[in-house]
């Protein structure tokens, strides 16, 4: 299975990494075509503390604790226009935008797109593959609301990062992980299943460590 992963600069860099860190434990993706802005790099050296300013394949290997000679992620320049996941005859599965500004999404709304994250987003609704759309914004405006209608009527799937609570995250990264795992499935892509509603008795009895065995 190959994706492109896009990264842009609104808040939420964490969710960015986590979803690359389970599609390349998943053992079914092969390539990742990961595009990202430079407000991106900002925002993950304030939020993360990674300065990913003029990455290469190692240094974002190494942020993701791939090995340093791994060839599952290729990174690609937002200019070149002439990247692999630009064309519509190059095969892949799909492509998510985590975490998507409202103006890299207002963009890919207009059709207007000037760089390789609206290229590339383009041609996944072009062609009728998955496109997931992750935005982190609040409040939202009309015309925030309007954009995000716009593509879900196109096809594109909008999973805003809000993330549930049932499965009582102790940890920041056990919170992001649940709106990751909600992202795979909408990219086809196995994953735990450690945050997956299972009913309430059954769920209630394992937050509360009962095992079935135990109430028969």
Known sequence: MEFTVAITGASGSIYAQ??????????????????????????????????LRGADSGRINEWLGLKSES???????????????????????GMVIVPCSMGTLGAIASGAGTNLIHRAADVSLKEGRRLVLVPRETPLNAIHLENLLRLARAGAH???????????????????????????????VPHSESTRWKGLQEQSNELAGVGEDQLS
């Open 18 to 51: 986590r979803t690359l860190v389970h599609m390349a434990a998943s053992g079914v993706v092969e390539r990742i075509n990961l595009i990202m802005s430079e407000a991106a790099q900002t925002v993950a050296r304030v939020e993360l503390g990674t300065d």
């Open 71 to 93: 060839k599952l992620v290729h990174l690609h320049r937002l200019d070149n226009m002439a990247a692999k996941p630009s064309s519509g005859s190059h095969p892949q599965q």
């Open 158 to 188: 909008i999973i805003p990062a809000s993330p549930g609570f049932y499965h009582r995250p102790q940890t920041i990264e056990a919170l992001v992980d649940h709106m990751v795992f909600r992202i795979l499935d909408h990219l086809g």
